[in-house]
């Protein structure tokens, strides 16, 4: 069965602090590692899909990074309008539905 | 990205009575849509996957007589909520997914409140 964990499960930043966000998973052969934020009271919003170790994306503020076993979103002096809560998904080569399994997110927060 | 588009955004019903709740990829075709629903301060949980003109494969203790999804077209899945209760008070969100192996966008979420 596919597992996904995210840590930790809240971040309080100050703005212009820089941190990181993990996602640890295990699956019976990756097919991609989705990272999607999520607003209060809103549908996740896409950002990032990794394939392979090794592989980094970067969009604005946040670079996200790929190993066998985890992946980390890497916020840069981040502002407060990045505070949401940060899913993490992984979708497996095997079983014919091509599902996603998220983990429970990290929330954060940035102060100003 | 693609967008993905739902209605209504907010609904309050009556306990027995039923609600629709509509999906729309507004600017690509989804082969599949899948419906999550998410309990405050927790992760997605998904409910069912459908794909155009097939009939939807629910998760184990999702009552598929209960939450009937249709999806009739590539571009348009709708998930009703039949003789709705309290405790399926909820938000639930869409999703689609263009190509098998494609990346999956979701909606904006429905908030359902039942009376």
């Known amino acids: 069965e596919d597992q996904v964990t995210q840590s930790p499960e809240a971040l309080r930043l100050q703005e212009g602090e820089s941190s990181s966000l993990n996602c640890s998973y295990t699956?019976?052969?990756?097919?991609?590692l989705f990272w999607y934020r999520q607003d209060p009271g809103k549908g996740p919003e896409f950002l990032f899909t990794?394939?392979?170790a090794g592989e980094e994306k970067e969009k604005e503020r946040l670079k996200a990074t790929l190993t066998k076993k985890e992946s980390f979103l890497h916020i840069t002096a981040p502002k407060p309008e990045d505070s949401a809560t940060y899913l993490c998904?992984?979708?497996?080569?095997?079983?014919?539905?091509?599902?996603?399994?998220f983990g429970s997110g990290t929330q954060l927060t940035v102060l100003p | 990205g693609a967008v993905v588009s739902q209605h209504p955004s907010r609904v309050i019903c009556k306990s027995g009575t039923s609600v629709k709740i509509e999906c729309r990829s507004l600017?690509?075709?989804?082969?599949?849509m899948f419906w999550y629903r998410q309990f405050p301060k927790k992760s997605l949980m998904l409910m069912a996957t459908?794909?155009?003109?097939?009939?939807?494969?629910?998760e184990q203790g999702v009552e598929k007589d209960k939450f009937l999804i249709n999806h009739a077209s590539l571009t348009l899945s709708t998930l009703t909520v039949t003789s709705a209760h309290p405790e399926d008070s909820s938000f639930y969100i869409c999703?689609?997914?263009?190509?098998?192996?494609?990346?999956?966008?979701f909606g904006p979420g429905t908030r359902l409140t039942v009376t």
């Open positions: 999703s689609a997914r263009v190509a098998p192996w494609g990346e999956q966008y």
């Open positions: 699956v019976s052969g990756l097919r991609g």
């Open positions: 990794l394939y392979s």
């Open positions: 998904a992984v979708q497996s080569l095997e079983g014919s539905a091509r599902q996603l399994t």
């Open positions: 600017d690509f075709q989804a082969t599949t």
């Open positions: 459908s794909n155009e003109g097939s009939k939807a494969t629910y």
